[in-house]
């Protein structure tokens, strides 16, 4: 388990301990675990905006796929 010294704005450390408090208690250890949270949380959509954004990319560029190498629905499927 690491230990990270962060600095944050009061409002907001004010209002993550309610929440916190709120959800999971006020016993020991429950901020460490809603801060784990949120951090996994985090990491979970920026991965995801990653992906996101890769796969648009990948679908701009288009795709190629080939000839159409039949003239008519009929000779697609062998039927005349």
């Keep these: 388990m690491a230990t990270v010294t962060v600095s944050i704005d009061d409002?907001?450390?004010k209002r993550f301990r309610e929440e916190v408090?709120?959800?999971?208690?006020?016993?020991?250890?429950?901020?460490?675990?809603?801060?784990t949270e949120a951090l996994r949380l985090w990491i979970e959509?920026?991965?995801?905006?990653?992906?996101?954004?890769?796969?648009r990319k990948m679908m701009d560029s288009g795709y190629e796929?080939?000839?159409?190498?039949?003239?008519?629905?009929?000779?697609?499927y062998d039927r005349k």
Aim: zero cysteines.
């Design 65 to 76: 796929m080939g000839k159409m190498n039949y003239k008519n629905r009929a000779e697609l």
């Design 45 to 55: 959509k920026v991965s995801q905006e990653k992906l996101s954004n890769e796969l």
């Design 11 to 13: 409002d907001v450390e």
């Design 21 to 35: 408090s709120q959800h999971l208690g006020t016993g020991k250890g429950t901020i460490g675990k809603a801060i």
